[in-house]
């Protein structure tokens, strides 16, 4: 168990300096190819995009890290049944501040996000 969970830590990490970077292969080395994003999108409904449709428009966007923005991440909670596990995790993207849930299971033995769910704030 505590190996599962310093991995998932592994990958929070690797995660939130995706995201800093705005760095569409390393969000890739963290997510199974066949995971999808999900969040409520303009309209008010629930939008679930494919992750390659999701790294595909990081592709196009600024990192923060470019910018000049400080880091904000932190990892709220890391639970664990299994080979089944859910991140919550915290970080700032300028001006916004997200929330995200991050489903891993663990595929031939490794960590991967198959799902995340996300919400975020000005």
Known sequence: MDSDVSALRSIA???????????????ASVFHPSSYVTKIGEDGDVSVTP???????????????????????????VDVEK???LLKVKLQVQPRVFTDM??????HGA???????MTSST
Do not use: H, N
């Open 13 to 27: 990490q690797a995660y939130f300096d995706a995201a800093y970077e705005m760095d569409a292969e390393k969000f």
């Open 51 to 77: 992750i390659a449709t999701w790294l595909a428009a990081v592709r196009g966007m600024r990192a923060p890290k470019q910018l000049g923005f400080e880091r904000d991440d932190q990892i709220l909670s």
């Open 111 to 117: 960590w991967k996000i198959v799902q995340k769910v």
């Open 102 to 107: 991050l489903s891993c299971l663990k595929v």
């Open 83 to 85: 080979d089944l596990a």
